[in-house]
């Protein structure tokens, strides 16, 4: 008598034959049909469920391929990259992201089910399955709890440095850098054992992690003990950072037109290295990778953007005041810049070189008041805004909220500093 066939195996297991047929009185043809079934299963045995896989990006990789290469069906794939079209262009892919890819088992059978591309932090593009068989795209935006976050320490070589190992993230140094480049020195001014302290806003997920940092709302720089507060504050007329007295700090042109370059030649006679004797230096070099970003000074209307003998590529700038700006040995200008063109303050016009008589990847900076070149470092210059009636008193309120809040979280920075740092080892990319 036959035996009586045993439940379907779960997982990976291997099915035997005899687990089918009493082989003494198997009749051949069923033998072999038993058989047959038997090796299906164990060449596609039974699964249930939903089955991802996450697949990275790599250089020159598109999406068909990390499809196909995923073992989804090509027609399949060609289907959802075509529903993702509409949300998603499937060649902005950046190496290192991550596509995640679903089956759904059922049985012996699988199919692919759904397709997830996260294109930035805020966005999740899903492409599923419908119960018809048809691709369909859904755009998702993540939403995020805004926290914020203080950190305080001792500048023991540079603030760069020395903020980074405060748990600082990266964005927030660069933005104190270019908020303090209108009043501050950073390669004279600052010395070991002066202070910083900042707050800034924070966005963290479901989960508590750190996604991405925002606004600077407050900073303090102790500089050779004097204290330099720095406000962030909005009115009428936009965005910009404020002493305590309601001025902002903003000048008419920054001190220092590049992040974190170290100054290595100052106003004033030298020895020239190319030529060999000494000359007047009518400028001061700051000293960067080659492709460091260069900024407008000040906003102003661009006069020159061309080569300009032992200046090598040359950008002036005309402002206000009868104050112009000139930038020297760049390796490239900003993408469309041409004479003729106004720039504001902080927007990005070329990159650091070595083209004319250079030594070595530097920008040199000179400024020109009335048509007279002048030291960058000493030029006094006028200041921005003064804030007046209603918004100074809002701006005072707002003053004493911000140091309330600095004041609480303080005594629990080493905490917020060790979370960040954890945040910062996570989400390096980009």
């Not at 060649?91 to 992201?97: F, K």
């Not at 908020?179 to 001014?189: H, K, L, N």
């Not at 407050?218 to 009115?235: C, D, K, N, W």
């Not at 070149?373 to 003064?386: A, F, H, I, N, R």
Request: no cysteine.
């Amino acid at each position: 008598m036959a035996a009586r066939p045993s439940a379907p195996p779960s997982g990976d297991a291997a099915i035997s034959t005899s687990s089918f047929v009493d082989n003494d009185q198997a009749d051949p043809l069923g033998t072999i049909l038993v058989s047959s079934v038997a090796d299906s299963l164990v060449e596609a045995p039974y699964r249930f469920g939903e089955e991802r896989r996450a697949i990275t990006v790599n250089s020159g990789d598109t999406l068909m391929a990390l499809l196909t290469g995923a073992a989804v069906p090509r027609q399949d794939a060609y289907q959802a990259i075509e529903a993702m079209e509409e949300a998603f262009d499937p060649r902005r892919l950046r190496v290192g992201q991550a596509v995640e890819v679903t089956f759904s088992h059922e049985g012996t059978d699988t199919e692919f089910a759904a397709l997830a591309i996260e294109p930035d932090v805020d966005t999740q593009v899903i492409v599923s399955r419908s119960e018809g068989g048809a691709f369909a795209v859904e755009e998702l935006t993540k939403e995020f709890e805004t926290r914020p976050v203080a950190a305080r320490g001792s500048i023991t070589s540079s603030l760069s440095a020395s903020s980074a190992a405060a748990g600082v993230p990266y964005p927030v140094v660069m933005e104190l850098i270019r908020a303090y480049s209108y009043a501050i020195d950073f390669q004279r001014d600052i010395q070991p054992g002066d202070q910083f302290e900042v707050l800034f806003d924070q966005e963290v997920d479901e989960n508590g992690d750190a996604v991405r940092t925002k606004d600077v709302r407050f900073a303090m720089l102790t500089v050779s003990g004097e204290e330099i507060p720095i406000y962030r504050f909005e009115t009428e007329h936009g965005v910009d950072y404020f002493d305590r007295s309601g001025e902002s700090i903003r000048r008419l042109l920054m001190r220092t037109p590049i992040d974190g370059a170290r100054m290595s030649s100052g106003f004033g006679m030298r020895h020239h290295p190319i030529l060999g004797y000494s000359r007047m230096h009518r400028g001061v070099d700051f000293a960067a990778p080659t492709g460091t970003p260069i900024y407008a000074a000040g906003n102003g209307v661009v006069e020159f953007a061309a080569r300009n003998s032992g200046y090598g590529n040359f950008i002036r700038i005309r402002h206000n005041a009868g104050v112009k700006t000139a930038y020297a040995h760049l390796n490239a200008f900003e993408s469309g810049l041409r004479e003729g063109q106004r720039v504001s303050q902080g927007d990005v016009i070329g990159y650091v070189g070595t083209t004319g008589q250079s030594t070595g990847p530097h920008l040199h900076y000179e400024v020109m008041r009335n048509g007279e070149q002048v030291d960058p470092m000493s030029l006094d210059l006028p200041t921005g805004d003064v804030l007046e009636g209603q918004e100074r008193e809002r701006f005072e309120t707002y003053v004493a909220s911000v140091d309330r809040q600095f004041a609480n979280l303080v005594p629990d920075r080493q905490v917020a500093d060790s979370s960040q740092r954890s945040a910062n080892a996570g989400s390096n990319e980009d």
